[in-house]
Each structure stands twice: as structure tokens, then as C-alpha cells.
């Protein structure tokens, strides 16, 4: 016979053992190189090159498994000010977008904001996703702009929600294939904020979280890749995703020579 404390522990390791407790925290990732440094540099390498669009600053935001914001940064120059030369509404969006990826990939799908687009449209088969878990302003509009993309950024630790359905999150898994976060860009056109988001994810911590780790998407290339295939439905105006995960092109669309395979269908304009 089991006695109470054989049975206990039977519990305890069960519990212990089973997928469904673990979850990648803020800790975590940064133990395996996801540092405030790491992305703040890595950011700024990426934004210096050609991704389409208008070549603005962008943000950067990183959250954990939960949702909690680790970090938030930008590619701001020491000389250059917050409030005047960078999209300021871009910080939250930029942390919507990493939400929005995390909370909609799992181990076995990873989907990003970009594939949300065509679905979320009205009479789509998302639409009225992106209300569905609304950012807490009481938390997203705290704490002084002096610190806004610092490393005690006032969002750093908090778990504001916030759904967005267009270019520029990517999920994080690590080399299990588990997922582990998410990354969000914003401050430049949805498209060039999807290239950034992908080149980033392909640096970060040496390439430890690059799409090869992905385990699986819609897009052609089983990944979480934009889907640029979004036409004219029968020539009467209407607009159709042939996939149905479909993303609009964006003022100087990122082609294939600089958006590094992250739009399937790509053309430049």
C-alpha cells in the first residue's frame, strides 16, 4: 500500500514533470544572451542596413513566455531625444506586437503579426482579434520619458497585453524548438518593422533563436514568414489573400535583395 507520502510525492513529481508548468521567464532569456545590451546592439546593426521603407529609428521590445516584458529599447543615437526623433507611439505598439506573437504561437505553430492581418479584416475569420486582450494604458503610459527604451525602461516587467495584427512580431523559440518569448518592432512602415523583427530574431544571442528553430508555420516555408499575396478579388476592387494569412505591401516594399526571405511573394516597388 502507498502511504501519504509516497502518494504526495507521486503528485509533486507528476506536476514537476509535466510541460504545461514550464514557462521561459525574463531570467531566463537573459541568462541565454537575451540582455538589454545584446538587443539595443543588435537593433541598431540591423536598423543601418537597407529594410525597405522609410529608414526610420525603430523599438524594439522583448517579452518572456508569459507575456511580461523584459525589455524594451530602441536605435536612438546618445544625441538624439525620445519624444522628437522617433515614433513615440511606436514603443507600445512595438510591445503589442510582442505580446501578440507570443500569445498566438505555440510549440507547434508559430504565427506572426504579420499572418494575423487577413483574418483580423472584417468578415474574416479572426476579425475583432486584435480587442480581444487590450493593453493596460495604466501601465503602458507610466513612469518618465527620460527612461523610455532605457534599460529601466518603465515597461520592464510588466505584462500590459495588447493585441496588433501587422508586420513585426516574431515568436522565440530556442534550439528544442520551445518557445520562449517574442520579439516586437515598430517605427517604420508594418513591412520594414516585419524585416527588422526577422533579421533581429537571426542575431540575437549568436543566432541561438533564428527561424531555423521555428517548428512550423503557414507561410510556403513552413515558417512565420510574411505572406505578401493579398489581390484583386475578379477585378472588382475586393481584396482576397490567397492563403488567407495575406499582408498588404507597404511603401517601398522590402523585395528580395534586402528583406532576407522574411515576405514570401515579395516584390520591390
Not at 531625444?81 to 505598439?93: F, K
Not at 516594399?253 to 526571405?261: F, K, M, Q, T
Request: glycine fraction near 14%; charge should be neutral; hydrophobic fraction near 40%.
Amino acid at each position: 500500500m502507498f502511504n501519504v507520502k509516497q502518494i504526495c510525492g507521486a503528485v509533486t513529481g507528476l506536476f514537476l514533470s509535466s510541460s504545461a508548468v514550464w514557462s521561459a521567464t525574463c531570467a531566463d532569456l537573459e541568462k541565454q544572451g537575451l540582455t538589454y545590451d545584446n538587443m539595443k546592439s543588435t537593433l541598431s546593426s540591423v536598423v543601418s542596413l537597407d529594410n525597405g521603407g522609410l529608414g526610420f529609428p525603430m523599438w524594439l521590445t522583448l517579452v518572456d513566455g508569459s507575456g511580461t516584458i523584459c525589455n524594451v529599447t530602441n536605435s536612438l543615437s546618445p544625441s538624439q531625444d525620445v519624444t522628437a526623433d522617433i515614433w513615440l507611439g511606436s514603443r507600445n505598439i512595438s510591445a503589442q506586437k510582442a505580446n501578440a506573437a507570443n500569445a498566438f504561437s505555440t510549440g507547434d505553430l508559430a504565427l506572426s503579426t504579420a499572418n494575423l492581418y487577413t483574418a483580423t479584416q472584417p468578415s474574416g475569420s479572426l476579425y475583432g482579434l486584435q480587442a480581444s486582450n487590450p493593453i493596460d494604458p495604466t501601465l503602458s503610459y507610466g513612469g518618465s520619458a527620460i527612461k523610455f527604451g532605457a534599460k529601466n525602461d518603465p515597461l520592464k516587467g510588466k505584462r500590459i497585453g495588447g493585441i496588433n495584427v501587422f508586420g513585426g512580431g516574431l515568436a522565440l523559440y530556442n534550439s528544442a524548438k520551445q518557445k520562449v518569448g517574442a520579439i516586437g518592432v515598430s517605427g517604420d512602415t508594418s513591412c520594414t518593422d516585419h524585416v527588422v523583427a526577422w533579421k533581429v530574431r537571426e542575431l540575437l544571442a549568436g543566432g541561438a533563436f533564428a527561424v531555423k528553430n521555428v517548428p512550423a508555420g503557414v507561410s510556403p516555408g513552413n515558417n512565420d514568414a510574411m505572406i505578401q499575396d493579398i489581390v484583386k478579388d475578379n477585378g472588382i476592387g475586393n481584396q482576397a489573400s490567397l492563403s488567407g494569412f495575406g499582408h498588404p505591401t507597404c511603401l517601398n516594399n522590402p523585395g528580395p535583395g534586402v528583406n532576407a526571405g522574411s515576405i514570401y511573394g515579395a516584390v520591390q516597388q
